[in-house]
């Protein structure tokens, strides 16, 4: 049996556990498949979960949100027009960000993540356009959505 959708692939647990019949055990599976898919998201870095997200700075503002789904940055640039080329943006550990700038204002030059967000230094000046490739959690199933990438490419 190809294990393509939530519903299989709950079946086929049952299956290889021997006792399809063991109401308490049938209502542990989706726990068991939460389970896995937390380790998962916090260890898989492939390139299906590789996403792209435009985020803007706020004038005097020092933080800006991360993506939804955010696990794990791999480049950020700064847009600084249309037609001028992307510069990269330096990403430095939270105890080096404040050392790395003095206090100013001005055009995004390193960030650091603390929490949900990114901590832009300087303080940006104006509101400037940063494009963030980053590792994205997959989307985790459940009766509401019965597949993802990882049953579509891994059937088995």
Request: no cysteine.
């Amino acid at each position: 049996m190809a294990i393509d959708t939530y519903a299989n692939l709950q079946t086929a647990i049952l299956y290889r556990l021997g006792n399809r019949s063991n109401a308490t055990l049938t209502s542990k599976v989706p726990e068991f498949i939460a389970s896995w898919e937390a380790a998962m998201n916090r260890r898989l870095k492939t390139a299906d979960m590789e996403a792209t997200a435009t985020l803007t700075t706020t004038i005097n503002v020092s933080r800006v949100s991360l993506p939804t789904g955010f696990t794990q940055m791999r480049r950020l640039r700064l847009r600084e027009g249309d037609n001028a080329p992307f510069r990269f943006i330096d990403i430095w550990p939270v105890p080096l960000a404040g050392d790395k700038v003095e206090y100013s204002s001005g055009p995004p030059i390193g960030v650091s993540i603390q929490g949900s967000n990114l901590i832009v230094k300087p303080t940006p000046d104006a509101a400037y356009t940063l494009i963030m490739d980053y590792y994205a959690r997959f989307t985790q199933l459940s009766d509401a959505n019965p597949t993802n990438w990882i049953l579509t490419n891994n059937p088995d």
